[in-house]
């Protein structure tokens, strides 16, 4: 198989290394200084990298015509992505996947004539070291598309999670830097918030992802907590979610019950794997 990677971007460039341990990668740029930098630093990167495919580059739109399919990573502007992908889709009938992490996969997709082979599919950064890879579902994306894309994810061994339309990453980014942001202006140091999260959630989601940590908290806690500030404050985003007191309800509350989210086998158990966890990766980390 054979990926057609436009943009030589530092993105493209991960995503060109990335794509060519399982498969031939063509990197494609219009501008011919960007590609013999691009090449360089490939290059590199490559070298230590387990690449099995080639890596090529061309200055012509027209090589896209040989590719099983397309991953553009230009530039972060709509008008600019919708540009290159109506050109794009009138040279190639394989799937085309937008790296794009900020735009609504719909504002472009509705702007494309081949609207149900194209999908969003956002790399990490760098793409060739970090597992996560987002498949960003538009309204109109087909689903031999999406299984075509979701397999050639895994067969490079990527973790692979479906969003819809936006990215769950850039959720999270959004809702902690808007949080870290109000911290700042109520006069918290860059320094505390940033230890916060180095310290403590850093490591639980790390370990145990947001939701996973809470049934180490216990469900009822977190519900309790919800309802205390929801009254307290009368912020929409304390109030208690549907699904937690249903869960609450049920007595299902985390490990102490042995099923919340998930399902444990025992309480003494599951804590001793959580102490044995949070020591190994600290063990692992430079936490100055």
């Known amino acids: ?6 943009g030589a971007g530092l993105m493209g460039q991960g995503i060109a ?18 590609l013999e930098n691009a090449r360089k630093i490939i290059t590199g990167i490559a070298e230590k990298a387990e690449v ?9 739109l027209e090589d896209v015509k040989g590719c099983d399919v397309v991953v553009e990573s230009v530039f972060e502007n709509l008008e600019v992505k919708v ?11 394989s799937p085309i996947c937008s790296n794009t ?7 472009i997709a ?31 994306t087909d689903n031999e598309t999406v299984r075509f894309v979701d397999g050639m994810l895994r067969n490079m061994g990527k973790k692979v999670v479906y969003c819809r339309n936006r990215s ?9 830097l808007s949080e870290s942001s109000r911290m700042i202006e109520e006069g918290v140091s860059f320094e505390d918030i940033d230890s916060v999260w180095k310290y403590h959630l850093g490591i639980l989601y790390t370990l145990f992802g947001p939701l996973g940590n809470l049934d180490h908290i216990g469900l009822d ?14 912020d929409e985003k304390y109030r208690p979610s549907n699904w937690l007191l249903e869960k609450v309800q049920k007595g299902e509350l985390g490990v102490k019950t042995g099923r919340g989210i998930y399902q444990y086998r025992d309480f003494e158990s599951a804590y001793e794997e959580r102490i044995k966890r949070i020591l190994a990766l600290m063990g692992c980390l430079d936490l100055k």
């Open 101 to 107: 992490s900020v735009i609504v996969i719909d504002d």
């Open 83 to 93: 540009e290159l992908l109506r050109k794009i889709e009138k040279l190639t009938e």
């Open 221 to 234: 806690v977190v519900h309790f907590a919800s309802q205390y500030l929801y009254e307290r404050y009368g």
């Open 52 to 60: 099995k495919g080639k890596i090529e580059f061309t200055t012509s």
């Open 110 to 140: 509705e702007r494309l004539e081949s609207k149900e082979r194209f999908l969003g599919v956002h790399w990490m950064n760098p793409p060739h070291i970090m597992p996560l890879v987002e498949i960003i579902l538009s309204s109109y």
């Open 168 to 176: 769950l990453v850039n959720r999270f980014n959004a809702a902690v």
């Open 17 to 34: 290394v990335d794509l060519a341990r399982r498969y031939d990668v063509l990197v494609y740029d219009i501008s011919e200084q960007a």
């Open 1 to 6: 198989m054979r990926a057609f990677v436009a």
